[in-house]
């Protein structure tokens, strides 16, 4: 059976939440979402989390194992792209080449590519880390 895609999710955001490195650059640690997060005040800089594909890996033995991508956004304010470079490195580093391991799953990441900061209004710069990997269901 694949590991649900909100199961995923979760594991994945309390990560970010937990690593002092990132969340010591963001306004709160409650500024670590969901991509689809619907609310109407964001506090910058913030970090939003899309899960892309969890696509089932079709081979001769009956496995679950799943190819996954999905991208950490982020998002700052200011006059320059600068800082919103520095917490996209950090994040990149964070996952590169990881050995991720969750209650349920584990899977080892690696960087599938950084988007630079691009200007999203007059003062917004959004960045985006793409990351791939293969889950290995627990158990």
């Known amino acids: 059976m694949m590991i649900h895609p909100e199961v995923v999710q979760i594991d994945l955001i309390a990560d970010l939440k937990g690593t002092t490195s990132i969340t010591s650059l963001l306004a709160s640690a409650d500024e670590v979402k969901e991509s689809q997060y619907q609310g109407t005040r964001w506090n910058y800089p913030a970090l939003r989390l ?29 006059g320059s792209s600068k800082s919103n470079s520095h917490l996209l490195g950090i994040v990149n580093d964070r996952y ?12 080892v990441f690696r960087s599938a590519g950084l988007n630079n900061p691009s200007r999203a209004t007059d003062k917004l710069w959004r960045g985006e880390a793409l990351f791939e990997g293969t889950i290995y269901p627990k158990g």
């Open 50 to 78: 899309a899960i892309i594909a969890q696509t089932p890996i079709i081979g001769p033995e009956p496995c679950d194992l799943v190819r996954f991508s999905f991208a950490i956004r982020v998002y700052t304010e200011g």
């Open 96 to 107: 590169h080449r990881r050995i991720f391991e969750a209650p349920t799953w584990i899977s």
